[in-house]
Nanobody, 127 residues
């Protein structure tokens, strides 16, 4: 099972930017769907973005499309989430998750489909 460690969280003012990173280890010779989820206080966990490691195909939730960019550094087994135009509604704990995938069709925005999770990194956006 792959181990995931997030980093890069912090506090920024509205309109600012942050880049989160998710470093994977214990990485069997498989392809993965790598997703970012977030959970804001008092709210349900929300899927944010996904990348399929085989070919870099990505997808985004409506709430972040156009502002966030997910990317991978396959050689370093790291996934990044570049977050621009942050607003207070983006305040949350952000989690990286991995799911083995034989194809893009195996990728999912459903949290219960992921077995590997990081510990999370906090993002706080002030107005």
């Amino acid at each position: 099972q792959v181990q995931l460690v997030e980093s890069g969280g912090g506090s920024v003012q509205a309109g600012g930017s942050l880049t989160l990173s998710c470093a994977a280890s214990g990485y069997p010779h498989s392809e993965y769907c790598m997703s970012w989820f977030r959970r804001a206080p008092g709210k349900e966990r929300e899927w944010v973005a996904i990348v399929y490691t085989f070919d870099g195909v990505t997808a985004y939730s409506d709430s972040v499309r156009g502002r966030f960019t997910i990317s991978q550094d396959k050689g370093r087994m790291t996934v990044h989430l570049q977050m621009n135009g942050l607003n207070p509604e983006d305040t949350a704990m952000y989690y990286c998750a991995a799911r083995i995938a034989a194809s893009w069709s195996d990728c999912s925005a459903v949290a219960e489909m992921y077995r590997s999770w990081g510990q999370g990194t906090q993002v706080t956006v002030s107005s």
